[in-house]
């Protein structure tokens, strides 16, 4: 609990801090204005800005979980990044906002009173609602990527209640706050916070779908580090790093932290610093507007009766501005309930026990409402207890939360499984449904002991690989050093088909992809940066007039990282997951940089690098087949024959004489049928890494 507690502390105490400082100006400006008087407006209109806070935090979590899981994905993730926006001009604006805020609101209230008693309830109800909007969204945010329910509220609360003391003591004048500085301290506090819910947002992002990378890890400490230690719950609670992180991930939270801190910081330095003793220094004002006043008294009277209304109770207009925005959300939730929520079954799971009780679902498509009543996360599996093969899964189910499961349920035996973290799993009883199959497809959990086989084979296939590709480059380096440069060109397209074949997509390599295949992209030079090396430097020089001396220590040097490649490649750490990512990635590399001819630097030959790429794609489908053939054979079959129709037509295509064709040579009617048909191809593909993700068996 205490891991969420301390950052959901400090945003309640910085967003509360705010909303409190902006009350207590409001109240002291009516009370130096002597309006006693009006102050339940303003207490109206800060009651309205709960209740509209409260109501759309209310919103925020009855719409996620009327959603399928990857739309709570992508829901989440895309209001994370609001949230993120949100805190980010906060931060500023109070940066510059601290020495004139007491002025701005002072004057508000003052013009307000001129107006009437509505436009003083506005003022109120603005200047709260804004922070309180924001607070709902960012412990909302926070408390979704969160293992637990309980902490994140318990501090955010504690915060805003700290918060409201310390300003009710600035008002009694007995305490004295440097308010620059509080909002230095506590904004860079939640830049890092805001740092870290940018790269929980992206891995939503990526778990929905929206976003690649998935399975593309920066770092995978989950073999040295257990997730469970209280050290990397502290970790995870306040900076959102867990021990397994994507580059996504890493991206995502070193840009923002590396943009937004230094700008942050540089603003704070020439800042005026700004004591706050009393919240609001506003001078005596004259009463309200004769517009307000009562009647003159002296005044004739109309002739005959007329009407008076009746007055209205004080009580009315607060209840009135509470119950709207509920009265609101829930119009809000019912409408973006599910239509099946009266019939979904309630199916109840903690670290103990799981679905005890439960009892056989009807046949179809159906949902499932999963609540979590213990206090651990879970992961929460609808299986076959005979195969094992999953239905449908909830990844993390935080404590005291409940979310929808979508399942096909067909004729069959079905139970629930529960994963309390690295505890041995639990397993429901077994219930049996008849009727025709679902139709559906079932996962069949991969164990890292499943993959062992298909890893040694694409080790084998790529040292192999790296022989011919050592034997291919000393080759290319001899032409050079003959200064036999027709030669040279010729056996440079053998040698660097040989190393596409390879699938060195996304970092396959590590730091010998780059020395070997990188491209002048991003350095300083450009293709005369001394950095740019490997095939692609000599394709430009063998292609732009530059002679051998000049090339010769550049295949020297491309054959020498070939070696040091394949003495280094078996003790190379891969990771499980990427081998079935590979199948859908190395081609993904293809349709950005070889199809648009963007990775050409002269021979125009990106179009056989195509060719390279679909032929060693083709081999990582064979070596993963035994395991994709048992649990998406479908999907294995359209992947082959999208994959032969596509090598069939770039080779009539870009090559109907025997030579390479570069791609804007081509009719255009012919590359948009070489796109369309790739496009297609990776869209076969892309399910392949879900298939075949490493899983707990339980």
Request: charged share 15%.
């Amino acid at each position: 609990m205490w891991t969420n507690f301390v950052p959901n502390l400090l945003i309640g105490l910085r967003e509360g801090f705010e909303a409190s400082l902006i009350v207590s100006i409001l109240v002291a400006t009516l009370v130096r204005a002597d309006q006693r008087a009006r102050l339940p407006q303003v207490w109206t209109g800060v009651l309205a800005a709960v209740a509209l806070s409260a109501s759309f935090g209310a919103v925020l979590t009855f719409a996620a979980t009327s959603m399928s899981t990857a739309a709570q994905e992508a829901f989440s993730g895309v209001l994370s990044l609001i949230a993120v926006g949100f805190v980010t001009v906060m931060v500023f604006w109070m940066r510059r906002s601290a020495r004139t805020l007491s002025g701005e609101i002072s004057g508000r209230v003052i013009a307000a009173l001129a107006i009437g008693p509505g436009a003083l309830v506005l003022t109120a109800f603005l200047a709260v609602a804004r922070e309180g909007l924001e607070t709902s969204l960012f412990v909302w945010t926070t408390a979704r990527g969160a293992d637990e329910s309980v902490g994140p509220l318990v501090g955010a609360t504690a915060g805003i209640a700290l918060a409201a003391a310390a300003c009710f003591a600035l008002y009694r004048q007995t305490l004295r706050i440097n308010l620059t500085r509080f909002f230095r301290i506590t904004g860079i506090g939640l830049i890092v916070i805001a740092a870290g819910v940018t790269g929980y947002g992206l891995a939503d992002l990526q778990e929905s779908g929206l976003l690649p990378g998935r399975a593309t890890t920066a770092f995978d400490l989950t073999a040295t580090i257990d997730p469970s230690s209280w050290y990397a719950r502290l970790t995870e609670g306040i900076f959102n790093i867990t021990p397994r992180v994507t580059v996504l991930q890493v991206v995502g939270y070193l840009a923002y932290l590396l943009l937004v801190l230094p700008l942050f910081l540089r603003g704070t330095g020439t800042t005026t610093p700004a004591t706050a003793t009393e919240p609001a220094t506003a001078p005596a004002t004259e009463p309200a507007a004769a517009a307000s006043d009562p009647a003159d008294p002296t005044r004739p009277a109309p002739r005959g009766r007329r009407w008076v209304p009746r007055a209205v109770p004080r009580w009315v207009l607060p209840v009135a501005v509470v119950a709207l925005p509920a009265i609101a959300a829930g119009a809000a939730i019912l409408a973006l309930g599910p239509s099946d929520d009266a019939h979904a079954t309630t199916i109840e799971v903690t670290a103990g026990s799981c679905a005890e009780g439960w009892q056989a679902p009807r046949p179809g498509r159906q949902t499932f409402t999963v609540h979590n009543g213990g206090g651990r996360g879970l992961e929460v599996r609808l299986i076959d207890p005979v195969s094992g093969a999953i239905h449908a899964e909830i990844e993390l189910l935080a404590p005291g939360t409940s979310r929808p499961l979508s399942a096909t349920v067909g004729g069959g035996t079905y139970a629930w499984q529960c994963l309390p973290g690295n505890d041995p799993p639990i397993v429901s009883a077994s219930q049996r449904v008849t009727g025709p199959s679902a139709g559906g497809q079932a996962i069949i959990p991969v164990t890292d002991e499943a993959m062992a086989g298909p890893l040694d084979a694409y080790r084998a296939f790529v040292t192999a690989g790296l022989v011919t590709l050592q034997r291919d480059t000393d080759t290319l380096r001899a032409d050079v050093a003959a200064g036999d440069l027709d030669a040279a060109r010729r056996d440079w397209l053998t040698a660097h088909l040989d190393y596409e074949r390879l699938g060195a997509a996304y970092g396959t390599f590590g730091d010998f992809d780059a020395a070997i295949n990188g491209g002048p992209d991003g350095l300083p030079g450009g293709v005369t940066d001394e950095d740019f090396t490997g095939f692609h430097r000599i394709e430009y020089g063998l292609w732009h007039g530059e002679s051998a001396a000049a090339l010769s220590p550049l295949a020297a040097q491309l054959a020498d990282d070939v070696t040091e490649l394949g003495r280094a490649f078996p003790t190379q750490e891969f990771d499980p997951n990427d081998l079935a990512l590979r199948t859908h990635e190395i081609l993904e590399n293809t349709l950005q940089f070889q199809l648009t001819g963007t990775a050409d630097q002269g021979s125009g030959s990106t179009l056989a690098t195509a060719s390279a790429n679909a032929e060693g794609t083709r081999e990582l489908l064979k070596i993963i087949s035994p395991l994709l053939a048992t649990r998406a054979p479908d999907t294995l079959a359209a992947a082959d024959r999208r994959l032969d129709a596509f090598a069939t037509l770039l080779r009539r295509t870009a090559s109907p004489a025997g030579t390479w064709i570069a791609p804007q040579a081509l009719p255009l009617a012919d590359r948009k049928r070489l796109n369309g048909s790739l496009g297609g191809l990776l869209e076969t593909l892309a399910p392949i890494p879900d298939v075949l993700e490493i899983r707990n068996a339980g």
